[in-house]
């Protein structure tokens, strides 16, 4: 966005300049269950980029490498409020810890070329499946509604999140992508 000088990411509205007929369909899309990592696994194995939200708010000085975050700090580190597109996952050479591909929004010289590295833990090989999660205080911060499908003002309920950053709690991904043309 900050490189094509679109102006919602200046926080602005305004006009599409470019032709307006569709490049592309999609049938619908999937949503994982929440803090499912074989799930997220087998989306981004098999289907393709999934869009996750995550806490990013202390991805700011991110330059490189596999970043970590400790969720049982809560604060900043379980506050759910960027989207970002998991493109992949792999193992450090280097270190040998295993990450998500993260594609950010934020600029290509932004970490390491616009992507960061999320620590990835399997919560299956930890003594307590939970030592990998914690709990978002603020959902509607960056994921929850602040009304019902009436309409009507509710208090959305704090909600546990896991992986880092948060990253298993909400992945959607596309099914049925057709070029149109």
Not at 3 to 16: K, L, P
Request: proline letters at 7%; aromatic letters at 10%; glycine letters at 12%.
């Amino acid at each position: 966005e900050y490189q094509a000088g679109y102006s919602s990411y200046y926080g602005e509205n305004g006009d599409c300049q470019e032709p307006k007929s569709p490049v592309a369909t999609i049938d619908g899309y999937a949503v994982c269950p929440t803090n499912d990592y074989k799930c997220l696994m087998n989306a981004v194995a098999k289907v393709g980029p999934v869009g996750v939200a995550v806490a990013a708010s202390t991805w700011a000085f991110y330059e490189g490498g596999v970043f970590s975050s400790d969720l049982s700090k809560g604060g900043t580190e379980t506050d759910l409020n960027h989207a970002v597109v998991l493109v992949g996952y792999g193992v450090d050479e280097h270190t040998e810890d295993p990450y998500w591909l993260v594609r950010n929004s934020w600029r290509p010289t932004w970490g390491e070329g616009g992507y960061i590295r999320l620590k990835r833990v399997d919560p299956s090989t930890l003594d307590d499946p939970d030592d990998d999660c914690g709990v978002d205080e603020t959902p509607m911060d960056g994921m929850a509604c602040d009304t019902d499908e009436d309409g009507n003002k509710i208090e959305p309920k704090p909600v546990k999140i896991c992986g880092t950053s948060g990253v298993l709690f909400d992945a959607v991904m596309p099914v049925g992508g057709q070029r149109t043309n």
